[in-house]
């Protein structure tokens, strides 16, 4: 019977139970498709990074319950934070991966680990169009602004109060052609704000890779380069976000829940 080790992590946050939690699967032998499908189902969280250490630079993937995804933010901080605790030298500060989304390098910065993201530069979207109407349908509210970035509208709204307010519709959400729906406005004792919803999974927690929408939108309105910001989901997770032309960072901390292992 083949083993694989299971971790648990708690991404962007320092309290376990809040953030975004995340299973890791560090593999020194590669596991079918279906097979990692089948373990993010069982682990049943918003996504489950698979490893592969054979690979140079490591190979990761990242599966929700339903499906593969190109780029998930929080997972690979928590992937992170496994492989500086327990797979590279104490003094490594650095790890690289390749992945759907190209490559991809993290690094550490005092407690915080650093994801260093391509940006997904947003492109304004007619309010009146068929998908700008649908948008304020689904917030049932007008926002201040309609974006796209290449998986995810974004929607601006006046305040924190709004985005905290929104009770999105979820069946139509399921209509609107993107991976997911980003509500975000300035905050008042971070930068900006955000909530983030997607089809069938409802909202997540906390959502690293959609950061790397807002991040360079923010910037700009902000005239900011580095920024505090801050998901209002119930878990809530504090990102700290830097804008660098076609990259952006973005650093959290993470807290160890769970180590385990899998039978297969």
Request: glycine share 8%; proline share 6%; hydrophobic share 40%.
């Amino acid at each position: 019977m083949r083993s694989v080790p299971l971790f648990q992590v708690d991404a962007f946050t320092d309290r376990l139970f809040s953030g975004n939690p995340a299973a890791v699967c560090p593999l020194e032998e590669a596991l079918s498709e279906e097979q990692m499908q089948s373990i993010a189902m069982e682990n049943n969280l918003p996504e489950t990074a698979f490893i592969d250490l054979s690979e140079s630079p490591f190979r990761i993937r990242w599966f929700t319950p339903l499906a593969e995804i190109d780029l998930c933010g929080h997972a690979t901080l928590a992937s992170s934070r496994i492989l500086f605790d327990d797979y590279v030298g104490s003094d490594t500060r650095e790890i690289y991966f390749s992945s759907n989304s190209g490559a991809l390098r993290v690094f550490k910065q005092g407690e915080q680990i650093f994801l260093d993201f391509p940006t997904d530069e947003p492109v304004e979207v007619n309010p009146n169009s068929g998908d700008g109407s649908l948008i304020e349908q689904i917030i049932g509210a007008e926002p201040v602004g309609v974006l796209k970035g290449r998986d995810d509208f974004m929607v601006v709204v006046e305040s924190e109060e709004q985005v905290l307010s929104v009770v999105p519709d979820m069946i139509l959400l399921e209509d609107l052609p993107s991976r997911g729906l980003i509500v975000t406005s300035m905050g008042k004792e971070s930068d900006f704000v955000s909530r983030c919803f997607f089809p069938k999974l409802g909202e997540d927690p906390v959502t690293g890779s959609a950061h790397t929408v807002m991040t360079p939108y923010w910037a700009k309105e902000l005239d900011k380069m580095s920024m505090i910001a801050y998901q209002r989901s119930k878990r809530g997770g504090v990102l700290h976000c830097e804008f660098a032309g076609d990259r952006v960072l973005i650093g959290g901390s993470s807290i160890r829940y769970l180590d385990g292992r899998i039978y297969l």
